[in-house]
């Protein structure tokens, strides 16, 4: 079974940067994308940025310009570098994994990360 564990989670104050890793446990075949989604209290789970097995990234709206999405395949394990925090960034923040299975696709999660961004 795939896991996924997130970690670098941490309290900053606003305008900090933080770095978020995800590591996979074993080397797995048949990526379409690993992504990053958040979610704060009371609201939603969101999403936040992807990097396709190509290696294209995309981002939402509200980090575009700020955080950035990268992966170090030797390491099987996928970074979120956050710079110019903001409150409104705080959430838990979590790793997924998208694959092909060669009939469907297929999820896996982390367990997630707190990030708490202070005023």
């Known amino acids: 079974q795939v896991q996924l564990v997130e970690s670098g989670g941490d309290l900053v104050q606003a305008g900090g940067s933080l770095r978020l890793s995800c590591g996979v446990s074993e080397s797995i075949s048949g990526i379409i994308a690993l992504n990053w989604y958040r979610q704060a209290p009371g609201k939603e789970r969101e999403y936040v940025a992807r990097?396709?097995?190509?290696?294209?990234?995309n981002y939402a709206d509200s980090v575009k310009g700020r955080f950035t999405i990268s992966r170090d395949n030797a390491k099987n394990t996928v970074y979120l570098q956050m710079n110019s925090l903001k409150p409104e960034d705080t959430a838990v923040y979590y790793c997924?994994?998208?694959?092909?299975?060669?009939?469907?696709?297929?999820?896996?999660w982390g367990q997630g990360t707190q990030v708490t961004v202070s005023s």
């Open positions: 990097i396709t097995a190509g290696g294209n990234t």
């Open positions: 997924n994994l998208v694959i092909w299975t060669g009939l469907q696709t297929k999820d896996y």
